[in-house]
Each structure stands twice: as C-alpha cells, then as structure tokens.
C-alpha cells in the first residue's frame, strides 16, 4: 500500500486521483489495475463488458487492502449513457478499449474501424469538454511498414537506423493500399490520434498517446477452446502458446520472417504509471513503449519459446516443433504485416527516465510458467473428453 511520502519525478508529494480506466478488464487494463491498487492511492472506476482478468482484484468485497478504491462498471461505451458520468467524476481517463487482434483487422474491417475510432470520440469528447486528463491507447502499428522495407532485399540501406527506427515526430505512417484491410486498425488508430493532437492544440485537451509495442505477459488474449472460442486467433503468444500446450507445431506464418520487439507486460506498465503520475511531463506526448533489445523474427520466437516451454513443463519439444502456413490460409485475404518494429526511446528517456529492464527469455520463461500451470490440465481434459458424434 502507498505511503504519503510518495513523490514524482521532480521531487512533489503524489496526490491521490480518480481514474476511468475503460477496458480495464483486458490484459494491459488488468495489470494496470494490479499495479494501482498494490502500489498507489488511486482509486480507479474500471468500464468494461467483462471482468474475468480482475475478478481477484474485486472480490471477495471488503477483503483486500486497497477494497473500496476500485469499483467496476460493466459497460458498453458504445452505447451507453453513463459514459460520461463516469469521465466527469474522475480526474484523468484512460481509454484501453478497442478491437486489438491481427485477425480481425481483415475479417471484421468495420468492427475495427468503429471500435477504434467511432467508439473512442465521445471518450475524446468529454475529456475535451469537461477538462479532463486522456491518456489513450494507440499502437506502435500506425508507423505500418518500415521505409527500408521498400529497399531491395540486400540494398545496404536497410542496415541503417534512419531507415527502420521508428520515432514519434519524425517516422512517417506507411500502409498497404485500401484492399490490405490489415491495416484499417492502425488507419484508425492514426485518426483517432490526430483527432486528440488537434483537441489538445485547438481546445486545450491534456492528453498522453501511448503506442506500445508488442507488450506480452499472463492474461493476454485466450486460449482458444479453454476461455475462449474454438475458432479464435488471438495474437501470436497466446496462439503459440496454445500450439505448445496441445502438443502441436507452431505455425509460421509466410515463413515467420517479420520482426518484432517484445517488452514484458511488468516493464510496460511501470511507464503507464510514470506517465500517471507525471502529468507536466506526460501531457502533450506521444509515447513509444517497447524493449528494442529484445527484438527476434517470428521463427525465432517461436524456437525460443519451444525451449522455454520445455525447460517449464519438462516436457521434450516435438521433433518438427514448426510449420510453414501461408497468411492467406491463416488470416484470410487482405492481411498484410509490419516488417520490423524497433522503437526509438529518446522521447521516453528524455520525459520520464523509464527503460524496460526484461530479457525476452526471462519474460518467457514466467509467462509460460504461468500458462503451464493456468491451462496444461485444462487442456488434457478438453484433449481426453469425447467428441459429440
Ligand atoms: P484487450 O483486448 O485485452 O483489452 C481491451 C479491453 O477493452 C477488453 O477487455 C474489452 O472487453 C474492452 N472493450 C472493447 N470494446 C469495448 C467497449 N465498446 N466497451 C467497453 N469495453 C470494451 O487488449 P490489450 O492488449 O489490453 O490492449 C489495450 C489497448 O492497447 C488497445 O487499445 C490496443 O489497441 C492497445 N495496444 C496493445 C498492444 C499490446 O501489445 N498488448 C499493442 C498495441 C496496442
Ligand atoms: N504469427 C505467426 N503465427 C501465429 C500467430 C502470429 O506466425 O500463430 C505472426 C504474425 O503473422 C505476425 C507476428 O506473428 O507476423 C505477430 O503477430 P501478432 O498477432 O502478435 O500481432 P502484430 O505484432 O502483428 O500486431
């Protein structure tokens, strides 16, 4: 629990705040959450349509330390009034809420483009016209592909830093054309990005954008027919985790050959509080947050974790641990993918000193603990259970 010698970044004791987290109940919401009510004297109004990934948090009433100081609100924000009550009665929102999973973005365009930008405007809105605080959630997506992708394969160029690192003000959003509805999540999330800029510098919004970078750890996402549908594709953790639980190969999609830098959830989160409590030095920034140190191709991912999860379950790795699928089997027409994401880190040093401090194989190896232990007998059952002839 807080102590009231809590002090900021410039040495001022910390206040306790009211914060409207809406998509709390989510995987950042509920590390966020955890991370608030072990370490702070905030209280928060969590908004969401479920609350399974805080239920630990909520109940039993009266019996944790930081009871009273959160309160959930099971809710639609797209269609539902008390929305802005809720904004009013806190001192900052943070808007998590969104559609977040690669396949929809070309299965479910409209669900995507509505729930990333349609369904954050009135959050926009009433920040805006009450006077309130916004952090929102965009993605280190809306940088799309990287300049040096357009390069010939062995062009020397593509080495260069200028031409995959990926900064705030200086990067340039490139997406495929409009038929690669892959990327109508980030056109979205762009929108809705230079919708809160333009509040900020036409009426005064005080916002923080955060844009992270592939955060992982426990609770992400699903696992497909355990607590979620059998049918789901969630993002690639949870979908090679799910593959190493069953026992299956791990599937590489169009080789696995993209890149990406994986921070862990623990890491990410102390930056959101950073970020929280430093409003002079968070207000009118746009945040990347990932760990360019741990960056892998999707196949090396995949191999790592096949190594981890053996060394947790002590189980032996299967003899061909992967398999190549193309992205038109895996994902359906209009996928496309962002080659390499390395976040540059000099807007986030500068403004609140934060660095992640998680090797990827460290982060692995507690997330697949946790998954081992949360699904592996679950698993068996479903496995061992008849199929209904
Ligand atoms: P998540 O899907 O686990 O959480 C989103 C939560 O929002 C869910 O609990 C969902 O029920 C809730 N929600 C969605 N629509 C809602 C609505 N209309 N009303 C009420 N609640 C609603 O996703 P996450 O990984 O926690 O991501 C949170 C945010 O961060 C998203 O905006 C996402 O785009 C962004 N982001 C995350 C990552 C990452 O690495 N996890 C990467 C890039 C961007
Ligand atoms: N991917 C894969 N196999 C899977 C799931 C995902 O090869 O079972 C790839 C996907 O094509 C992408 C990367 O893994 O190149 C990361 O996918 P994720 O869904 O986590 O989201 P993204 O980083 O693309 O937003």
């Not at 409209?110 to 954050?120: C, K, V």
């Not at 510098?201 to 027919?225: C, H, K, Q, S, Y």
């Not at 990932?290 to 299967?318: C, D, F, H, I, W």
């Amino acid at each position: 629990m807080a102590s009231a010698a809590r002090v900021d970044l410039d040495g001022r004791p910390i206040q306790p705040i009211t914060i409207c987290m809406i998509g709390a109940g989510g995987f950042i919401g509920s590390h966020l959450c955890e991370k608030i009510m072990a370490e702070t004297p905030h209280s928060v109004l969590a908004v969401d349509v479920y609350n399974d990934k805080i239920r630990h948090l909520l109940e039993p009433e009266g019996a944790h330390a930081w009871s009273g100081r959160i309160q959930f609100h099971r809710l639609n924000i797209k269609h539902d009034s008390r929305l802005e009550g809720l904004i009013k009665m806190s001192d900052l929102t943070i808007n998590l809420a969104a559609i977040c999973t690669p396949a929809d973005y070309n299965t479910r365009p409209l669900d995507t483009i509505y729930s990333n930008f349609i369904d954050a405007l009135p959050v926009v809105k009433y920040c805006s016209e009450n006077g309130k605080r916004l952090i929102h959630f965009s993605t280190c997506e809306v940088y799309g592909k990287t300049i040096g992708s357009f390069l010939p394969k062995d062009h020397p160029l593509r080495k260069e830093p200028e031409f995959y690192v990926l900064k705030e003000d200086e990067s340039p959003c490139i997406f495929g054309s409009i038929e690669k509805q892959r990327w109508s999540y980030a056109c979205a999330k762009q929108l809705i990005e230079r919708l809160i800029y333009a509040e900020g510098a036409e009426n005064g919004l005080e916002f923080t954008i955060v844009r992270p970078f592939n955060w992982i750890g426990p609770r992400m996402d699903f696992i497909p027919g355990i607590d979620g549908p059998s049918e789901g594709v969630p993002r690639v953790l949870a979908c090679f985790s799910n593959n190493l639980l069953r026992g299956e190969p791990l599937k590489l999609v169009d080789g696995g050959q993209s890149q990406r830098t994986f921070v862990y959830i623990k890491d990410a989160i102390e930056a959101v509080l950073l970020m929280i409590e430093n409003p002079e030095r968070a207000n009118g920034q746009i945040f990347n947050v990932g760990n360019p140190n741990n960056e892998v191709t999707v196949r090396q991912l995949a191999e790592m974790m096949t190594q981890v999860y053996s060394k947790v379950s002590g189980e032996s790795p299967l003899d061909v641990p992967t398999i190549d699928v193309s992205s038109k089997e895996f994902y359906g027409v209009g996928y496309d993918d962002s080659d390499k994401r390395i976040p540059d880190m000099t807007i986030i040093n500068k403004q609140l000193g934060w660095n992640p401090k998680t090797s990827l194989w460290d982060l692995l190896e507690s997330t697949l603990t946790y998954q081992h232990r949360t699904y592996a007998e679950a698993i068996k059952r479903s496995i061992a259970k008849p199929v209904p002839s």
